[in-house]
């Protein structure tokens, strides 16, 4: 069984010329969600991480296993507004407009060893604001862990500029 096999793609969705990436034929199958997992926390075995930041949404429920598997805790980075005490937060640039994501202000420690866990890096640019909240709490980003890379869109570049080291399971060129 090769887990790529079991990533749907959606043509034109949201938008025209987008290809989608559905992981939730993935999520579905028993074996290859159990795979996936299993190979998100591999290469980090024993490497002293305290904690995982998970994207929202996709990246609760990889990262929530992940954590689960590693049995340390898990940080919601969520769309502005939706966290119900003080949060600290990281502006970001969209192809039109700006987004913003945050983190509750007491969820990370400092000298945390934080994993950042998404299901798929496309710009980098939602990965890297969820790096500069990390390091803004005081945490140190010990990597940044996907399934899906997009190569073409240049966000493993613009990690590894930041100094974070990034495993993706799998590329699809293109956008
Ligand atoms: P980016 O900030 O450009 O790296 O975009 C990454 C975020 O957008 C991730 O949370 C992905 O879930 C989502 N995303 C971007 N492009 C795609 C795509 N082609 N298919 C599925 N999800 C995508």
Redesign the pocket.
Known sequence: MNIKDLVRTIPDYPKAG??????TTLLEHPTGFRRTVDELVQPFAGSGISLIAG?????FILGGAVAHQLSIGFVAVRKKGKLPWQTISVE?ELEYGTDEVEIHIDSIEKGDKVLIV???????????AAVQLVRDAGGEVVGASFV?D?PD?G?RRRLEAMNVPVLTLMSFEG?
């Open positions: 987008i290809q989608f990436r559905d992981i994207i929202e949404a996709r990246g970001y998404d299901d798929l890096i496309a710009t980098g640019g939602t990965a890297a899906i997009l869109l966000g956008d």
